[in-house]
């Protein structure tokens, strides 16, 4: 209670109002299944039977189909309801996935590649004639809610520089009968792959469900290539790995396991406020092994799970993360680590060289995220692993391509905005509950989806993000659009609030300060130009973003036009109960502005 006081103390002060009986909810009071028999059971809802027990590496990581999207040619990717086999100990998963074809489509669905400046056009189609999501849709938190039944989709490309009327609008849904969202204009898709190279991926977006669209198989890779500016010599084609991370939990019979009753199913009979599946998936397949030569190999991954937060280390010591890239593409310097994390939607792209240790080693890409990221439970049983790596020696007489390990050089120039004369905009992240602690939704700025626009932003504007987190847990924050810097996060104190009436606008050390630090560089996963990046508890995180292209640019479609953008938390069980805000911009110099 009394926390619950202080934190509405902190908000009014800010200005800002939140719904009546909204204040902090505490996970460590959630209802937790500690069945720790197969992969460790950590949803906070049901407890919910552990998947069947499957051996872990016996299947090799694949790479999704790739197709070639520069060419000027219009693509078309269906949604297809399909069956697939997430490991040869379970049997198969009925999923809806992208794919040219119900025989082709998969989870995750084809690799796109597009090269910069050359504009795609691909036409997303909904063949799903299900009349109801074979995934418990909550009826009680806003959602698409076709009148005509059937499962609703919309495509987001997420990174992408691109116009409002080809993002994925959440309210610009379509079902395979023809229902239409009040904000859909089309299905047929342009992206401008204005920015530089880097590693983006399309998911649905479709206001409500999509928590359930992603969990049931849609997602998969977009590569913008960016010929003559990528840095030679990196390892390519069979070094080269594409890696989308997922978790699942399964059935006896294979089926998705995903919860049908809610923490507090009085206010929401089934949403789940995190979900966290038991099994590890690495492009489809569970917990996969890897051969590898003794030679560099470069992993660009995407965290595609729900809620889960992936922190890998590599088990050998002799074994190091270099990490060359980041959401928005290269980092300006590399970075040789022996951690990274990855919240969800994040992207990585490193190099991991095995020429440092002898044919013959086994390796493991591990897992130590705690779920709910940072303060929850530590991983348990196989949540503790993702991929093994067995080096092998290559084939006689067969040559190694060279590689560089970079060390120092430049990938891309380092970025650097000026802040001055910015506008700041300050926004809270809040967590409200039903009474007896179980979360019943997350609001940015205490206001829902549906409530008044309030973020538009003008063209050709930097605008400082203050994102104050107010709740117990990491929010991975993704602005649509445009990608951004992180400039620095500062801990305040709560509870100074009410002592001594302490000030957000008063600098640290001064005692009226409600900071209990100066500001932090960013931390190292937060380098470079990103477009999802994670506040933490009891923290201010400052975002650094420039309404305008990557390169700074004026964008070369009008970003004003259509149904708008979206920033939402990417805990996709957090984005679908309000935790997600519309985004218009605005002409420069416009007077529109409230
Ligand atoms: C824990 O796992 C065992 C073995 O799979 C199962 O029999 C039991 O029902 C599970 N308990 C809970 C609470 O899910
Ligand atoms: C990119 O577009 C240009 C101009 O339309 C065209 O000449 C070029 O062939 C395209 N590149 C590819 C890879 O299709
Ligand atoms: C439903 O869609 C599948 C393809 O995904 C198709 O094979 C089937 O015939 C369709 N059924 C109906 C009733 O349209
Ligand atoms: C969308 O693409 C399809 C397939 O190329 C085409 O038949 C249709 O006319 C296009 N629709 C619009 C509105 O451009
Ligand atoms: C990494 O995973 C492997 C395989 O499960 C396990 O043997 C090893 O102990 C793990 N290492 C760490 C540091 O968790
Ligand atoms: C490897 O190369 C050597 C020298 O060129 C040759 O004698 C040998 O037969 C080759 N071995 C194989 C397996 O190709
Ligand atoms: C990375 O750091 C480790 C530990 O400091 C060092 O041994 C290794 O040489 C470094 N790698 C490169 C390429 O500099
Ligand atoms: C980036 O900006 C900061 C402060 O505005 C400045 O101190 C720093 O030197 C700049 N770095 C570069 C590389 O321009
Ligand atoms: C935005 O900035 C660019 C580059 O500075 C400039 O060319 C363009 O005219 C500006 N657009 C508007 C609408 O002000
Ligand atoms: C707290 O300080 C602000 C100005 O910094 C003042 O407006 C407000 O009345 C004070 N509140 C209390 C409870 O002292
Ligand atoms: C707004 O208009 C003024 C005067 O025309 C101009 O100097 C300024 O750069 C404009 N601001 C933006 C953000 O375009
Ligand atoms: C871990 C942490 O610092 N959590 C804090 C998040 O913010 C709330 C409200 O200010 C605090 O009560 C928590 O202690
Ligand atoms: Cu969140």
Redesign the pocket.
């Known amino acids: 209670m009394e926390r619950r006081a202080l934190l509405v103390l902190v908000v009014c002060w800010l200005g800002l109002l939140l719904s009546p009986g909204a204040g902090a909810a505490d996970d460590d009071h959630l209802p937790h299944d500690n069945n720790q028999t197969s992969g460790g059971v950590q949803s906070f809802c049901q407890a919910l039977d552990p998947s069947p027990q499957v051996q ?1 590496f016996v299947e090799e990581l694949t790479q999704p189909p790739v197709i070639d999207i520069s060419t000027g040619q219009q693509l078309t990717l269906g949604v297809y309801k399909i069956k697939q086999k997430f490991h040869p100990d379970l049997p198969e998963t009925t999923l809806y996935a992208y794919g040219t074809s119900e025989a082709t489509a998969s989870s995750p669905g084809p690799t796109l590649v597009a090269t910069r400046g050359n504009e795609s056009y691909v036409r997303w189609e909904n063949h799903l004639n299900d009349t109801q999501h074979f995934l418990t849709v909550d009826h009680t938190i806003h959602w698409a809610n076709p009148k005509t039944g059937g499962v609703p989709i919309v495509t987001h490309l997420h990174g992408g520089e691109v116009l409002s009327e080809s993002d994925g609008y959440p309210d610009a849904w379509y079902t395979s009968s023809g229902e239409l969202g009040p904000s859909f204009t089309t299905q047929n898709y342009t992206y401008a792959n204005s920015q530089p190279a880097a590693l983006l991926w399309y998911h649905d977006h479709t206001v409500g469900i999509t928590r359930l669209n992603m969990l049931a198989g849609m997602n998969g890779m977009y590569v913008v290539k960016s010929p003559g500016e990528e840095p030679a010599n990196l390892p390519s084609g069979e070094f080269e790995r594409l890696i989308v991370v997922q978790d699942k939990q399964f059935h006896a019979d294979g089926a998705v396991n995903f919860p049908t009753v809610g923490v507090s199913p009085g206010v929401h009979p089934s949403w789940c406020p995190e979900y966290y599946g038991d099994t590890i998936i690495l492009n489809g397949k569970a917990w996969p092994f890897m051969t590898v030569y003794p030679t560099a190999y470069r992993f660009r991954m995407v965290n595609a799970a729900n809620a889960r937060y992936f922190v890998m ?1 590599l ?1 050998d010591p002799r074994l190091r993360f270099y990490q060359i890239g980041t959401d928005g593409g290269y980092l300006h310097m590399p970075l040789n680590l022996t951690m990274l994390t990855m919240g969800p939607a994040e992207r990585l792209d490193f190099l991991v060289d095995f020429s440092t240790v002898q044919p013959g080693t086994v390796a ?1 890409l ?1 897992n ?1 995220g705690n779920a709910p990221y940072p303060d929850g439970d530590p991983a348990v049983g ?1 949540t ?2 993702m991929l ?1 790596f067995n080096v092998v020696a290559a084939p006689v007489n067969s040559t190694l391509p060279p590689f560089d390990l970079p060390a120092t050089q430049v990938l891309s120039p380092m970025v650097n905005i000026s802040t001055d004369g910015a506008i700041v905009r300050r926004m809270t992240l809040t967590e409200y509950d039903d009474g007896n602690e179980n979360p019943t939704g997350s609001l940015l700025n205490g206001l829902r989806w549906r409530d008044p626009l309030t973020e538009t932003p003008e063209l050709n504007t930097t605008e400082v993000w203050e994102i104050i987190n107010l709740t117990e847990d990491a929010h991975p924050i993704h602005l649509h659009l445009v990608s951004f810097l992180v400039k620095s996060q500062q801990a305040f104190d709560a509870v100074r609030q009410t002592a001594y009436n302490c000030s957000f606008y008063v600098a640290y050390p001064d005692p009226m300060s409600c900071f209990t630090e100066p500001p932090q560089e960013p931390e190292l996963h937060h380098l470079g130009w990103k477009d999802t990046a994670t506040v933490y508890p009891g923290k201010i995180t400052k975002f650094v973003v420039r309404w305008a292209t990557q390169s700074g640019h004026q964008f070369s479609f009008d970003a004003t036009s259509g149904p708008g953008y979206v920033w939402h938390c990417h805990i996709l069980d957090h984005e679908d109960n309000d935790m997600m805000r519309p985004l218009k911009m605005m002409a420069a110099n416009s007077t529109q502005l409230p």
Request: net charge positive.
């Open positions: 872990p280390t088990s493991y591990n130590s196989l503790t692993v093994k």
